[in-house]
């Protein structure tokens, strides 16, 4: 499990785009692999050193905290292994807290304290003005929402980033429920183009 990081970065893909552009992204989700198989780890040193890893992971980036969250939801519902599983559901509820506390301090604290505000909120302007409206869009809104989930440029991305991995990630319950926030995030934006 402590490799998989590993072949992340060796990964021609992400060399490229590392050789392009560093982007947080690229240490965000090696940070995340590590962060797990540190915590669901039976040894108190890993387990320690994956929360800490995981802290930096969170920290990468605005968006790192609701893929953190979709790992703690993961984790509380059992996609964990059967030896860890107790562990990481109160590891879960604890990761759901703190990147939900990151991601408001990123995304309206921060931006409060520099005089701006953050400069992808209108990305979902078209379901409403607050984050309960983007909740409930399939009831207040289904033909946007449901059309913004089934665009052409969202199920080509949607093929592209799992084709290539034989859809293993998203085979058990627990990858869709990790994987759906990420791809939520991206499809909902009232800018195909992020696809």
């Known amino acids: 499990a402590a490799a998989m990081p590993l072949l992340f970065w060796i990964y021609l893909p992400t060399r490229n785009a590392n050789a392009f552009d560093a982007r947080p992204d690229s240490f965000m989700v090696p940070l995340f692999l590590w962060g797990i198989a540190g915590l669901q780890s039976t040894s108190l040193p890993a387990r320690l050193a994956g929360a800490a890893v995981f802290v930096l992971a969170i920290g990468c980036k605005e968006t790192?905290?609701?893929?953190?969250?979709?790992?703690?939801?993961?984790?509380?519902?059992?996609?964990?292994?059967?030896?860890?599983?107790?562990?990481?559901?109160?590891?879960?509820?604890?990761?759901?807290?703190?990147?939900?506390?990151?991601?408001?301090?990123?995304?309206?604290?921060?931006?409060?304290?520099?005089?701006?505000?953050?400069?992808?909120?209108?990305?979902?302007?078209?379901?409403?003005?607050?984050?309960?409206?983007?909740?409930?869009?399939?009831?207040?809104?289904?033909?946007?929402?449901?059309?913004?989930?089934?665009?052409?440029?969202?199920?080509?991305?949607?093929?592209?980033?799992?084709?290539?991995?034989?859809?293993?990630?998203?085979?058990?319950?627990?990858?869709?429920?990790?994987?759906t926030p990420g791809y939520l995030m991206l499809f909902l934006a009232n800018t195909p183009y992020r696809v």
């Not at 059967?82 to 931006?111: E, K, N, Q, S, W």
């Open 64 to 179: 790192a905290a609701i893929l953190g969250a979709a790992i703690g939801m993961a984790w509380i519902a059992g996609a964990a292994p059967a030896h860890t599983r107790g562990f990481c559901r109160a590891a879960g509820a604890c990761l759901m807290v703190v990147a939900a506390g990151v991601f408001y301090i990123d995304v309206t604290l921060l931006p409060g304290a520099v005089g701006g505000s953050y400069s992808y909120r209108g990305l979902y302007a078209h379901y409403g003005e607050n984050a309960l409206d983007v909740v409930a869009a399939p009831l207040l809104n289904p033909r946007t929402f449901w059309w913004q989930l089934t665009q052409p440029a969202a199920l080509d991305y949607l093929w592209w980033t799992l084709a290539p991995l034989a859809w293993l990630p998203v085979m058990d319950w627990g990858g869709w429920l990790v994987a």
